[in-house]
């Protein structure tokens, strides 16, 4: 990818949502605002997921095991059972997110927009494939 498609494309995540996680295994979700060349992501209209701690999946194992189910899925590395436990969340807002931190970056994309963009993909193939009037000569 040259330097215009990067610039292009990145153009076109502008004030979509993404979803950022980073190395201590935290995910960012927010609306993209911009990058710098050290690869740092500004997302606004954040919220921060974490996952919940092993005494909070302990507590969803306990709790578990003598009433009903409860939602988001850990396994016991003891028992090999997996139990339901929320994930933890708070709003942030505007957020940086350093780059040398982030491991993956996600575009949020709705069924529809998927189909637009394989429907606009295969016209643009089409269009470049040279009809046989044009191998003619």
């Not at 494309?9 to 295994?25: A, F, I, W």
């Not at 500004?42 to 939602?71: G, V």
Request: glycine fraction near 4%; proline fraction near 4%.
């Amino acid at each position: 990818m040259d330097g215009e498609e990067a610039k292009s494309y990145l153009q076109s995540l502008l004030c979509k949502n993404l979803r950022v996680t980073t190395t201590d295994s935290r995910m960012f979700w927010g609306q993209f605002k911009c990058t710098d060349p050290e690869s740092n992501i500004i997302l606004q209209y954040t919220y921060e997921y974490r996952y919940p701690s092993q005494s909070t999946i302990a507590a969803a194992a306990a709790a578990s095991s003598s009433s009903t189910p409860s939602t988001s899925t850990a396994k016991l590395p003891e028992t090999g059972n997996t139990v339901r436990v929320d994930m933890n969340s708070r709003y942030l807002g505007l957020v940086s997110v350093p780059g040398k931190y982030i491991t993956k970056i996600e575009v949020e994309e709705f069924a529809s927009q998927v189909r637009n963009h394989q429907a606009s993909s295969q016209s643009q193939l089409r269009d470049s494939i040279p009809s046989d009037s044009s191998l003619e000569g």
